[in-house]
Nanobody, 122 residues
Framework: QVQLEESGGGSVQAGGSLALSCIAVTYRGVGCMAWFRQAPGKEREVVATIGVDAKSTYADFVKGRFTLSREIAKKTTLLQMNSLKPEDTALYYC?????????????????WGQGTQVTVSS
C-alpha cells in the first residue's frame, strides 16, 4: 500500500555525520514512520520512530546522536545521524505503519524501503 524510497547512505569516518531521507511515494493511510537497521549476522533493530504528532522515540544506542524529524507536506522523514561510530555500520531501512500508534518491533510494520547502506570506518 505504501512505497518508500530511502536515500542518503554512504561511507563516513567515525565522528562524522550522515542524513538519511525517506519519501513515501504512496502516503495514504500512513500514521507512523520509522527507521530500522540490520548488520550482517544480526537481527533487524529499530533506530527511531515518529508519529503524525511529530513525537519521536529512539533506541538507547543512538540517543543524543541521532534526530528523527518528519515533514508531512513533503511526505518525508529525515534521520540526522551525528557522531557516527563503526558500530553504526548497517543497512538502514525506512518503514511505515498505518495505525497512528507507533511500534518499535519489525513485525509492527508492513511497508518497507529497499534499504540504504551506511558504512562508518575507524
Amino acid at each position: 500500500q505504501v512505497q518508500l524510497e530511502e536515500s542518503g547512505g554512504g561511507s563516513v569516518q567515525a565522528g562524522g555525520s550522515l542524513a538519511l531521507s525517506c519519501i513515501a511515494v504512496t502516503y495514504r493511510g500512513v500514521g507512523c514512520m520509522a527507521w530500522f537497521r540490520q548488520a550482517p549476522g544480526k537481527e533487524r533493530e529499530v533506530v527511531a520512530t515518529i508519529g503524525v504528532d511529530a513525537k519521536s522515540t529512539y533506541a538507547d544506542f543512538v540517543k543524543g546522536r541521532f534526530t528523527l524529524s518528519r515533514e508531512i507536506a513533503k511526505k518525508t522523514t529525515l534521520l540526522q545521524m551525528n557522531s557516527l561510530k563503526p558500530e553504526d555500520t548497517a543497512l538502514y531501512y525506512c518503514a511505515a505503519r498505518n495505525p497512528l500508534v507507533c511500534s518499535s518491533t519489525e513485525s509492527g510494520y508492513d511497508n518497507w524501503g529497499q534499504g540504504t547502506q551506511v558504512t562508518v570506518s575507524s
